[in-house]
C-alpha cells in the first residue's frame, strides 16, 4: 500500500456477488478463526440484510472494503437497524465486521473503514452508530470519541429476552450530535452483531 489514502469500496448486500463476499469470507476467517466456520459461511452471513427490511434511500446494508489488488485487506459493515428505547423507536447505524489483514496493520486501514461506516451519523442521518466491541478494540474506538453504553441490552425476538444478544463485553456508541442517548433498556429487536 501506498501513503495516500486507500480506495474504498462500497458494496450493497443486495448487489453484492458471491465471489466478493467469500473475498471478504477468506479475510474474516483469517482474523477471526473459528473451528467449523469456513470463507462461504462468512459470505452467507454477509449477503444476507441483518438491518431493517424497509429503510430509507442511501441507507441500504452495505460492506465497506479496502483491497490490494484482488486481496481484499480490510473490511467492515453497516447497516441500519430500528431499537426500542425508553423514549420510543430510534433508527441505529450497526457496525460489525471491522477487520484488517494482520500483514497490513499499521496503515490506519481500520481509521478508513469506520469513518466511512459511520458517514451516516456524521451526516445526521442516524443519530448514533451502536456496536460491541473487546476491550483491546476499545482502545481503537475510543481515539473516534466512542462511549461505553451502559443500558440493558435485550433482543425481545429472541427465547430470552432478558439475555444480551451481544457476545462482547463492551457495547459502544459512536456518537452524533443533538440527540441525547437514552437512559434505560435498549431492545435490539434482532440478534446480536
Request: charged fraction near 25%.
Amino acid at each position: 500500500m501506498s501513503d495516500h489514502p486507500p480506495q474504498l469500496e462500497t458494496i450493497r448486500s443486495s448487489e453484492m456477488t458471491r465471489a466478493d463476499a467469500v473475498a471478504i469470507g477468506e479475510l474474516l476467517v483469517r482474523v477471526w478463526p473459528k473451528l467449523g466456520v469456513t470463507p462461504e459461511t462468512r459470505a452467507d452471513v454477509l449477503q444476507t440484510d441483518r438491518g431493517d427490511a424497509t429503510v430509507p434511500a442511501g441507507l441500504e446494508s452495505r460492506s465497506i472494503l479496502i483491497r490490494d489488488g484482488d486481496k481484499v485487506i480490510g473490511h467492515a459493515s453497516a447497516f441500519i437497524r430500528t431499537v426500542g428505547t425508553t423514549t420510543g423507536d430510534m433508527m441505529i447505524s450497526a457496525l460489525g465486521s471491522v477487520c484488517t489483514d494482520p500483514d497490513y496493520r499499521g496503515q490506519r486501514i481500520g481509521e478508513y473503514l469506520v469513518r466511512e461506516a459511520w458517514r451516516w451519523v456524521d451526516e445526521g442521518r442516524v443519530p448514533f452508530s451502536l456496536f460491541q466491541t473487546s476491550q483491546l478494540a476499545k482502545k481503537f474506538y475510543d481515539r473516534f470519541g466512542c462511549l461505553l453504553v451502559d443500558n440493558q441490552i435485550i433482543d425481545s425476538t429472541s427465547d430470552d429476552p432478558s439475555r444480551s444478544p451481544f457476545k462482547d463485553d463492551h457495547i459502544v456508541r459512536y456518537p452524533g450530535s443533538g440527540r441525547e442517548w437514552p437512559s434505560g433498556t435498549i431492545d435490539l429487536r434482532g440478534p446480536g452483531y
